[in-house]
C-alpha cells in the first residue's frame, strides 16, 4: 500500500530529557492538526529531528528515543550540537529567515553554514529514501529543507514530490543578492507541486525562477527538460471548531475551573468595566514588530491620554532561537521599552503593558483570545500569521477587532480586520482608537464573515486541497508517460 512521508524540520512532538527519563508529548500545534489525517492514513510516516542532540543521548536513550518515536508514527533524523549550531541556528536562522523576511542587515552569508545545511538536508534525504517504496508521495516542509525535494528526485524520479514553504518568498530584488541562489532553486525545483501561503509569494518565486534559472514559465506551471512542475498558492488555516469550541467552554466554566490567569483577567475586568484589553501574542522574534508594537502603544497613550487607565496591553512573547545574537538583542531591547513605558506612564492601578515571556498552555491562550476587546498583531513581515485567525475563531460572544498588520500572509483573506502598516505609528494609534470605540454591530459584521471564512478554509481542508492538487500532477505524469 502506498503512503505518504511528512518532512518537516520539527517532528510533531516534544521530547523532553528529566533526570535521564524521556517525555513524549505530541504537539497540538497547527501544522500537526492539519496533517493528522494525512499522517495517520496507512503507513504514513513523519520524518524529523527529535530536538536532543546526539551528544545528549547515550546508546540507551538512543534506542529508547527511536522506540518512543516509532510509536507515534515517526522517525527521528540524528543531529549533532554542531549540526544545530550551522544549519539550524545558523544558515537557516542567520541566513535563509532574516533574507525571506527582507531583514537583509541580519542576513549572514557564511560558507561553513551553508556546507552545513547541505550537509543535514543529505542527512534527511537518507532517513527519507531508507523508508520509501515506489507510489509513495513525499511532503516537505519549510526553509530548513529546501534542498530536500532534489535530493529525493534524482534517486527516485517515480516519487511524488510535494513542497511547503511557510514562510514569505522575497521579491527577485531580494533573493537575488543571495550566493547560493542557483542550487536552492534547483533543490526547490526537485518538487512536482511547490505550494506558498499567498499569490505574491508564489509570483515572487516564479519571477525568480524565470531570472535566474532562464526557465520557461507558463501561467503556473515551470518546464523543465523532462517534467512539469506545478506552483500554486494554499493559504493555511487552523483548527478552527478546536479553538471555537474551547472558546464556548470558557464562556461556561464555574468559578473552581479557571485558570490562574483567569482569574486575574476577571479581577481587572471587574475593577473598571469601561477598561479594556488589547491583546498580541508572538514568538519572541525580529519579524513580528515587537518593539514597534510597543512605541505605538507610547505614541498612542500620549496622543490619546483619554485611554490612559482605561486600555491594557498585555504582550505574550513566546522565547524562541533565543542562541541567536538578533533575538538577544529584541529581548533586552522588549524588556527596556516595557520597563520604560510602563515606568513612565503607570499609576496606582494601572500598569499600561502586562508582558509575559514564557510559552503558556493551550487553555492560558484560550484565557487571553476571549478576554480582549482587541488583538494588535504588527508583524514587519509574517509568511501568515495563524495568531490572528485563531484569535476570530474564539470570539464566540460577536464582539471583538483584529488589527492586523498588512505585511502579514493572513491579511490577504482577512480584509475584515482593521489593516495597518506596521511602521506608521500614527496610524496604528488611530487605528487602535478606532477598534476600541468600534459600536457593537459593526464589531459583529465584521466577525460574523471572517469567522464563516476561517471556518470553510481550515486546517484540514488546506492539507487536503495541497494532496489532491500533487495527486493532480502524479495522474497526470503518469497519463504523458504512456501516451
Ligand atoms: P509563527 O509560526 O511564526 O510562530 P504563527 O502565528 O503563524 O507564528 O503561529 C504561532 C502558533 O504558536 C499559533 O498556533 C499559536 O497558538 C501558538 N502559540 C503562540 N504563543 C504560544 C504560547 N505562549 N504557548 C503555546 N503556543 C503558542
Ligand atoms: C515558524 C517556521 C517553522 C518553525 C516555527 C518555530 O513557524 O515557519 O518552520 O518550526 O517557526 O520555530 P523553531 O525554530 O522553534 O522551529
Known sequence: MNKTIIVSNRLPLQIKLNNDKLEVVPSVGGLATGLKSVHADGNGIWIGWSGLTEEELDDNLKSLVKQAVKKEKCEAVSLTQDDIDNYYLGFSNKTLWPLFHYFM????????????????????AEVVLEHIEDGDTVWVHDYQLLLLPKLIKDKKPNTSIGFFLHIPFPSYEIFRTFPWREEVLDGMLGADLLGFHTYDYERHFLSSVKRIMRLEVNFNEISMADRTIKVDSFPMGIDYNKFHNAALAHLNQ???????????????????ADTKLVLSIDRMDYTKGIPNRIRAFEYFLNKYPEFKEKVRLIMLAVPSRSDVPQYKKLKRETDELVGRINGQFATVSWTPIWYYYRSMPFENLIDLYTSSQVALITPIRDGMNLVAKEY???????????????????????????????????????????????????????????????????VEKWADEFMSSLNSTKKYRETSITR
Open 254 to 272: 464555574d468559578e473552581s475551573q479557571k485558570s490562574e490567569l483567569q482569574k486575574r483577567l476577571d479581577d481587572h475586568i471587574q475593577s473598571d
Open 392 to 458: 476570530i475563531a474564539t470570539r464566540t460572544n460577536g464582539h471583538g477587532v483584529l488589527v492586523l498588520s498588512e505585511m502579514a500572509g493572513a491579511s490577504k483573506e482577512m480584509n475584515e480586520a482593521l489593516l495597518i502598516n506596521p511602521n506608521n505609528f500614527e496610524q496604528i494609534a488611530d487605528t487602535l482608537k478606532i477598534a476600541l470605540e468600534m459600536p457593537e454591530a459593526e464589531q459583529s459584521r465584521r466577525l460574523h464573515i471572517l469567522q464563516k471564512r476561517l471556518k470553510r478554509y481550515s
Open 105 to 124: 542587515e541580519y542576513t549572514e552569508f557564511e560558507h561553513e553554514q551553508w556546507q552545513a545545511y547541505k550537509r543535514v538536508n543529505e542527512k534527511f
